[in-house]
């Protein structure tokens, strides 16, 4: 098979068939490989799911050894929003390809995502023309409220899971995308997991397992 993002692809032991899938982004400076993780446990409850890592398709700006969905070197929300853009674009085309492929339509599909993953997860679960089994969120925000109501089309399910400690996107983004999802009359889940920072511990691995069995199974 061959995808137009570099992926990882993560297919059922013993050919099982092929009923569901998890689009796994990574986040900024990181690749598919380092997201693919999470799969090392979510894959013995999940038998019958394919799990796809892409690798975004930038270099990363400061990590050179890894990748970005969109460039954080300016600080300025309209590029940001621009780039992002570009981002969801490719995407979207990467998750029409495994669509093809595996013979799948969108309610058979996950979207997950950590930080600039996140994010991304975030605004594809609303702009869909069809919804997601749904969007599990670690560590995200939404980049620019405005825009997303603008383009809201779908109601996916979302599960948000975010670090007490984490320094890097902070911890009242959830809250903000919690009360923006809500007034939008989505269905979230959310989580603040305590002593945590930037990154994805067992407890949020194993909230999201769960939340993911329910909706895709």
Same mark, same amino acid.
């Given at each position: 098979?061959?995808?137009?993002?570099?992926?990882?692809?993560?297919?059922?032991?013993?050919?099982?068939?092929?009923?569901?899938?998890?689009?796994?982004?990574?986040?900024?400076? *990181?690749?598919?490989?380092? @997201?693919?993780?999470?799969?090392?446990?979510? $894959? !013995?409850?999940?038998? +019958? %799911?394919?799990? =796809?890592?892409?690798?975004?398709?930038?270099?990363?700006?400061?990590?050179?050894?890894?990748?970005?969905?969109?460039?954080?070197?300016?600080?300025?929300?309209?590029?940001?929003?621009?780039?992002?853009?570009?981002?969801?674009?490719?995407?979207?085309?990467?998750?029409?390809?495994?669509?093809?492929?595996?013979?799948?339509?969108?309610?058979?599909?996950?979207?997950?995502?950590?930080?600039?993953?996140?994010?991304?997860?975030?605004?594809?679960?609303?702009?869909?023309?069809?919804?997601?089994?749904?969007?599990? *969120?670690?560590?995200?925000? @939404?980049?620019?409220?405005?825009?997303?109501? $603008? !383009?809201?089309?779908? +109601? %996916?399910?979302? =599960?948000?899971?975010?670090?007490?400690?984490?320094?890097?996107?902070?911890?009242?983004?959830?809250?903000?995308?919690?009360?923006?999802?809500?007034?939008?009359?989505?269905?979230?889940?959310?989580?603040?997991?305590?002593?945590?920072?930037?990154?994805?511990?067992?407890?949020?691995?194993?909230?999201?397992?769960?939340?993911?069995?329910?909706?895709?199974?």
């Amino acid at each position: 098979m061959q995808f137009s993002l570099n992926t990882v692809v993560i297919k059922p032991e013993k050919n099982l068939p092929i009923t569901n899938a998890i689009i796994l982004l990574h986040g900024y400076g *990181g690749d598919g490989k380092d @997201i693919s993780m999470l799969t090392l446990n979510w $894959k !013995r409850f999940l038998p +019958n %799911t394919v799990f =796809l890592c892409p690798d975004g398709h930038e270099v990363c700006s400061i990590n050179p050894s890894g990748f970005q969905w969109f460039d954080l070197s300016k600080d300025d929300p309209a590029y940001i929003l621009n780039e992002s853009s570009k981002a969801e674009k490719k995407i979207l085309k990467f998750i029409g390809e495994v669509k093809e492929f595996f013979k799948l339509d969108s309610s058979k599909i996950c979207l997950s995502g950590f930080s600039q993953g996140s994010m991304l997860c975030i605004n594809l679960g609303l702009i869909s023309e069809e919804n997601y089994a749904c969007i599990v *969120g670690f560590s995200g925000k @939404i980049i620019d409220k405005e825009d997303l109501l $603008k !383009r809201k089309k779908s +109601n %996916t399910k979302y =599960l948000l899971i975010h670090g007490d400690l984490d320094e890097v996107v902070i911890p009242t983004s959830l809250l903000e995308a919690k009360d923006f999802l809500l007034r939008n009359n989505i269905d979230v889940k959310t989580k603040i997991v305590k002593n945590c920072g930037h990154n994805i511990p067992v407890e949020a691995s194993s909230l999201a397992l769960n939340f993911i069995r329910e909706n895709i199974i």
